[in-house]
């Protein structure tokens, strides 16, 4: 722990409000989360508005990255939850240009991963999940229910099976909020640790500064991995959607 | 025992959850190799369901990580 006593590998998750602003007992500042989501949104806003303005028939390099996008996700929607599903693409299309986003801009030093905190995470699969329970109750009826009874399960397994069913049903907003949030916290973490051993080594003298280069080195390859995660992570998240949205499209499955 | 040492040897202990991912990981990705070996033709139209199974079995091991960080950075 001696590296981690002199760098702080989680003071970069700190939040400390930039406008205070306290209503009616709730804490309600205007807090470097806060300003980072709204910057996610103007950069992916700013970047989609500006590449497709010329409307182009031949797309130019970065109307053909926001049409790779595009045609990316409606892909994915179309291939889990079917033709139906396209009515939600604007869901999951926002969401997952703000998770990419989010998780790209938080790589740049000094700048804060909002969804590094389980409550941003957690919103966002609430949103997801609250879609699912509304529209499959509104369109089915109770028929949504089905979606805890699999088809062709003899009926005593069915005591065993439902609530196994519900469980993982249950389970779903939590592994959707932690998987993101527990990828973006340990990539953030591993990279500060890191850098922690180069600047610990090179207090050692020249020896240390020789062998600092290791760390530095890892340092640089996992920043490249977690360009990866990023994008990975965005595409999973997006998935899942796709595919709990499938589950209130066609809950007998 | 004091109360930091049993917090750092539980957070050892929940990283072998991480094995077990690890191993279920590997799995996955064999298999799919190996499918994708004997039949490319087929192998990227299963990349959705690769990618959903290790997300699935990715979150078990990233549980036991949150775990063992909770007990370090508490």
């Known amino acids: 722990m001696a590296a981690a006593d002199k760098v702080d590998p989680i003071h970069q998750f700190q939040i400390h409000p930039i406008i205070p602003l306290h209503i009616g007992g709730y804490d309600l500042s205007f807090t470097n989360s806060s ?14 508005y500006m ?12 109307q053909s990255v926001s049409e790779m996008a595009y045609e990316f996700v409606s892909n994915m929607l179309r291939d889990s939850a079917g033709k139906h599903g396209m009515q939600f693409f604007p869901l999951v299309f926002s969401l997952f240009m703000f998770v990419l986003v989010a998780n790209l801009l938080g790589l740049f030093p000094y700048f804060f991963t909002v969804t590094s905190h389980i409550i941003v995470t957690f919103g966002l699969a609430a949103l997801v999940i609250s879609t699912v329970i509304v529209y499959g109750f509104m369109k089915h009826g109770f028929g949504f229910l089905k979606l805890f009874v699999p088809q062709g399960v003899p009926f005593v397994m069915m005591f065993l099976v439902v609530p196994i069913e519900v469980i993982s049903f249950l389970s779903r907003p939590i592994s959707l909020s932690v998987r993101l949030f527990a990828n973006m916290l340990a990539g953030h973490i591993t990279l500060k640790v890191f850098s922690g051993f180069v600047v610990s080594l090179s207090a050692l003298g020249a020896v240390g500064v020789a062998g600092s280069v290791l760390p530095l080195a890892m340092a640089v390859a996992l920043t490249a991995l977690e360009v990866l995660v990023s994008f990975l992570q965005a595409y999973v998240f997006a998935v899942l959607t796709c595919m709990y949205l499938n589950d209130a499209l066609h809950p007998s499955h | 025992m004091e109360v930091n040492a049993a917090a750092a040897i539980g957070a050892g202990i929940a990283c072998l959850g991480m094995g077990g991912a690890g191993i279920g990981l590997g799995n996955i990705f064999g298999s799919y190799l190996a499918g994708a070996l004997r039949n490319p033709s087929a192998a990227d139209g299963q990349f959705g369901r690769l990618i959903f199974g290790f997300a699935v079995t990715e979150a078990l091991g990233i549980f036991s990580l949150l775990i063992a960080f909770l007990l370090v950075f508490k």
């Open chain 1, 51 to 62: 590449s497709t303005a010329s409307r182009a028939l031949i797309p130019g390099r970065l």
């Open chain 1, 35 to 48: 300003l980072f989501m709204v910057v996610t949104i103007v950069v992916a806003s700013a970047f989609l």
